[in-house]
């Protein structure tokens, strides 16, 4: 039977609130409630873990965050999913030494990505719950030669690696897009260096993001710069 998670992002303000919610959940295959209250409030989620029969999980992603909620007692599992593979198998190891059972989340990524997140898991004795690999799911195409298998509920673990599709043209590339919303600043990126830009209002729109956009988000077009990026799209 499929299990239930429920993840408020924290929406709840006050813990009360999410202990009526747990209780009208009894009876369903809840399996956890991740994030119900703010996360710098690790009281709250020693209370909650107190009041409520469903387990308690926070989503984490750096080794100090992952210390300080499981010396605490706050949490009964923990989603991880910090920017390096590495540092998963680091925050997990920790829990592990508290006997705390951990997932990966996902940001519902392209094949690559997803394939580097089996085997992070694969690397972590505890990371025993399902994991949020779902990209190749929800995407027309993950973009890898040969997509990641499936027996049993269980992702196999590649042994060879995986290989890019080079053969993606431009016109295919425009239809792999995410079907959950992401940052507008990062979509916009990717959808101006797909192809030429042939309307006015795209023009005007990276002229637009170029002026107004610094940081990260900028860094990120200038990755249009790569000669083969554009040997792809034409």
Not at 79 to 84: E, H, L, V, Y
Request: aromatic fraction near 8%.
């Amino acid at each position: 039977d499929f299990k239930i998670t429920i993840d408020p992002n924290t929406r709840f303000h006050k813990p009360i609130h999410a202990i009526r919610l747990a209780r009208q959940l009894e009876g369903y295959n809840v399996e956890v409630f991740e994030d119900p209250v703010p996360k710098g409030n690790l009281d709250w989620y020693v209370l909650l873990r107190q009041k409520m029969n469903i387990a308690v999980a926070l989503h984490l992603g750096a080794p100090a965050q992952v210390f300080e909620a499981v010396k605490r007692e706050a949490v009964d599992y923990l989603n991880i999913s910090p920017g390096a593979m590495s540092e998963f198998v680091r925050c997990a190891y920790i829990a592990h030494a508290a006997d705390v059972p951990v997932w990966h989340g996902s940001g519902v990524d392209l094949g690559i990505m997803d394939t580097s997140y089996v085997h992070a898991c694969a690397a972590a004795p505890n990371c025993t719950l399902a994991s949020d690999i779902v990209g190749n799911f929800l995407r027309e195409d993950d973009l890898l030669v040969d997509p990641i298998r499936f027996e049993n509920g269980h992702a196999l673990v590649p042994r060879n690696g995986r290989k890019a599709r080079d053969d993606i043209r431009c016109r295919n590339a425009a239809k792999v897009k995410p079907l959950a919303a992401r940052n507008d600043c990062l979509r916009d990126a990717v959808d101006v260096g797909r192809c030429e830009n042939k309307k006015n209002v795209r023009r005007r729109l990276f002229k637009c993001f170029q002026q107004s956009v610094k940081g990260r988000c900028r860094q990120h077009v200038h990755l249009i710069d790569d000669v083969d990026f554009f040997l792809l799209c034409r």
